[in-house]
T-cell receptor, first 109, second 115 residues
Framework: DAKTTQPNSMESNEEEPVHLPCNHS???????IHWYRQLPSQGPEYVIH???SNVNNRMASLAIAEDRKSSTLILHRATLRDAAVYYC??????????FGKGTRLSVIA | NAGVMQNPRHLVRRRGQEARLRCSPM?????VYWYRQLPEEGLKFMVY????????ESGMPKERFSAEFPKEGPSILRIQQVVRGDSAAYFC?????????????FGPGTRLTVT
């Protein structure tokens, strides 16, 4: 049973911001929210993760709702290299990464 | 700081042979994970190891597959008597600490083809 819900696909124009949503209404207090992506023919790549507060790094920002039942990955300026499948994953304890279907992001030049 | 290294990058085996896949984690990382991606399918967790210990092997097939992460040297995923259905990309990842808190860094993968 999936713990997160993401749209199957999204499209963005190059150099525009992209907001990738993730719903996790059954999140527990100790679950961390992780985002990974997989570019075509490559291994997965860590993007960002957080617990309660919004997080920023050089790749993206993570906005977490106050009730933690949803979050949004923000790519500030999409490039062609950002075309990938993005996975939103909840982690607790020693549980491994469970990759769902993710959101396939297409970037249009 | 070198990333996660996997070798070989491509491996061809005949049915019935053994396949050994190696993974060297990032420096300072003592947690290693193996994942498998079958053609046109999603990534599936196989096993989680922490120096000399198997923490979680719930994703490992019950037969023919084994993994180890010795005190010295790389982690090894071993597949005995390979079958065509084992053809897949095998990815290794490592982290500094427990997966809930620490991000995992992935290697480039080993693409196994069984003929």
């Amino acid at each position: 049973d999936a713990k997160t819900t993401q749209p199957n696909s999204m499209e963005s124009n190059e150099e525009e911001p992209v907001h990738l949503p993730c719903n996790h209404s059954t999140i527990s207090g100790t679950d961390y929210i992780h985002w990974y992506r997989q570019l075509p023919s490559q291994g997965p790549e860590y993007v960002i993760h957080g617990l309660t507060s919004n997080v920023n790094n050089r790749m993206a920002s993570l906005a977490i709702a106050e009730d933690r039942k949803s979050s949004t990955l923000i790519l500030h300026r999409a490039t062609l290299r950002d075309a990938a499948v993005y996975y939103c994953i909840l982690l607790s304890g020693n549980t491994p990464l469970v990759f769902g279907k993710g959101t396939r992001l297409s970037v249009i030049a | 700081n070198a990333g996660v290294m996997q070798n070989p990058r491509h491996l061809v085996r005949r049915r019935g042979q053994e396949a050994r896949l190696r993974c060297s984690p990032m420096k300072g990382h003592s947690h290693v994970y193996w994942y498998r991606q079958l053609p046109e399918e999603g990534l599936k967790f196989m096993v989680y190891l922490q120096k000399e210990n198997i923490i979680d092997e719930s994703g490992m097939p019950k037969e023919r597959f084994s993994a180890e992460f010795p005190k010295e040297g790389p982690s090894i995923l071993r597949i005995q008597q390979v079958v065509r259905g084992d053809s897949a990309a095998y990815f290794c990842a490592s982290s500094r600490g427990q997966p809930r808190v620490y991000e995992q860094y992935f290697g480039p993968g080993t693409r196994l083809t069984v003929t």
